[in-house]
């Protein structure tokens, strides 16, 4: 690797080629500002709050948009950079409200931050603020544009990341606004609320619907038997909520701050992601041995659904009738554990902790109610819980560990990689080769389905018959694979799809800061959760098999059919007009 | 019957600038503007987003997202037409038509805009009809001018009637 040797305030530093002055000064410990730079994204270099001098440059540069090279003399800290950024950041303070002290971004904005490291005391000139209604308009998101600083950080990963192109910068300088065409709300557009705009913005101008609220008023309620499910990605993002540092594995204290916050029963979505296992297995045998709809593809990622049910509505018989873990869950826990435990399915609130904001969507979908009731009744996402235990004053740091209740909180190490790319594929397959060889499968793990690569291809040997297999994340990904199928081109068998990049450690929903580089650390402690239990596959969880036993009967049975499977919706909105 | 979006594009030759797309799209409607459908259209046709092509129409002060009259007055409000007298040819312009800049006569004949120079500054005050410049106003050249459109439209009306 070629290395530039450069003049950093005053001293002889060197960094390997190609790096921009930002990414140069960071490794030599000099912190420059920024808003609209993104680690993962593409330069956009509008906010100009990243400004350095160049020697022999007559302006201040962009030192997020300009390359190091060698001889460079650069300054970091001048007097003359310090006026501009502060000129910057009280103009953008102009046309930003004043509400830090009841913004949900209070604690972790970054426009804040920069606030308080430039010590603005004041805000000059004249402050024109919009004063604009908030997008309300879906369960899963809120979109504040009186906030917005235009950095355009949301509307890079809603077109180059998910594909989906909702928002984007409208008009010109002044006027510019980010959002829908025309302006209009979230649920007149073909969004599917996956969030990663909300998990990207630097200040509160988009960020999940705050049902904290709802969840309170249910502890509260002494009639009500309140139960929590926790995502299996959620054990290892929780804990950056307490400043501990990326892919910290929580578990167990995570079962105890929800002991500590008064849930009357806290259960593993792990489990269920098994139960999933258990049924999307078996539908993928089923379809292969009686001439099905191939590929199947995995339906367990509410944004992944909504998204094929507005851009692929013809191509719907491809994915799985089995519902998420999230929604078997629910359905379960007021069929099967109330009757267990005897009692009246109307008292049970069922809680999600989620990583992500489409699952509060999800749980909103009109069918999902075949336990009688709304099967799940509120969602929260990995940040809302940071907040709730704060709420409650709950000290992460010092909790003893604590395990999750029986019977809905046995799992297996299958179950836990659900949370990370190729995971309910690595996990389905360690079921079906099972089922269809009667032999053991004595490596269980699919290294070719794990990593961060967009779309990863495996062949896998079944019982004599070789099947291929295909993952993808993000959903520019996973248009690749479906343009594929749609023009009749794609011969697997069995297809992945999360939503988000990296799947659900990667959700719209998990601690801010997350980044692929974060991504990867909670990928790695996904799969050491998996290696340290001892049970990996999901067919051996003895909870799953007792609940076939004594209340489903089989997989794919009718009462399977009933609570675990769904159908989905054309919401094909694109057609032409004229 | 109004040509429709796929058959201007599939019309155009080789692979066209949205843009262009927008312009042509523009030039093609009745009421010189981009259409809610169109946008969705042209959207499909081009296999991107609604977002993508409603960003790049709204960048543009060319292209219009409402509907506007079948001839665009366009006065221009910069400097050296201000000084020329611009103020007087623009009163006459909003009395004759009975609207105010931006807004579209009743009968959807005329849409008054206000642009920055029209690269006329050699013949202030300067105003453009469509695609025609007319250069060294006076209050009666407008009116005369704007008679010949205003006739021009009454007798396309009894043609129709
Ligand atoms: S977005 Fe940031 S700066 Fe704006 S009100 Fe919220 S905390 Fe304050
Ligand atoms: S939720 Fe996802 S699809 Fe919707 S605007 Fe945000 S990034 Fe785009
Ligand atoms: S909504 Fe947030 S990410 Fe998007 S442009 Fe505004 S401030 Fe930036
Ligand atoms: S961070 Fe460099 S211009 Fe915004
Ligand atoms: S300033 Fe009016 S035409 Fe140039």
Redesign the pocket.
Known sequence: MNVVRFELNGQQVEVQGGLSILEAARQHGVKIPTLCHHPDQRVKANCRVCVVEVEGQRNLVASCATTVSEGMKIRTNSSRIRETVQTILELIFANHPQECLTCVRNGNCELRRLAADYGIREVKGESSCLNLPLDTSTP??VRNPNKCIKCGR?AE??HH??G????YSNYRSVDVMVE?EYGKS?AE??????????SVCPVGA?HERDDISKVWKALDDPEKHVVVQVAPSVRVSIAEEFGFPPGTIATGKLVAALRKLGFDRVFDTDFSADVTIMEEGHELLQRLQTGGVLPMITSCSP?WVK?IEHNYPEQLAHLSSAKSPQQMFGALAKTYYAKKAGINPADIYVVSIMPC??KKFESQRPEMSDSGFQDVDAVLTTRELGRILKQAGVDFSVLEEASFDNPMGISTGAAAIFGATGGVMEAALRTVYEVVTGQELVNVEFSAVRGMEGIKEAEVDLAGSKVKVAVAHG?NNAREIMDLIKEGKANYAFVEVMCCPGGCIGG?GQPYGTTNSVRQERIASIYKVDANLPLRKSHKNPAVAELYDDFLGKPLGELSHHLLHTKYKNRGLHKLKG | MQISVREIINGMEGKQALLQILLAVQDASPENYVSEDAVNDIAYMLNVSRSRVYSTASFYSVISLKPRGRHIVQVCINAPCENAGKQEILAVLEDQLGVKLGETTADRQFTLEGVSCLGACYVSPAIKIDDRLYGDLTPELVVSILREYQEEATALDCNAS
Do not use: D, E, K, R
């Open positions: 899963s998101l949301c990963v809603c990341v998910q989906t192109g909702i928002l829908p979230l557009v073909a969004c599917v609320l996956c969030g990663q705009c909300a988009i944004g998204y904001t489409a959903l719209g």
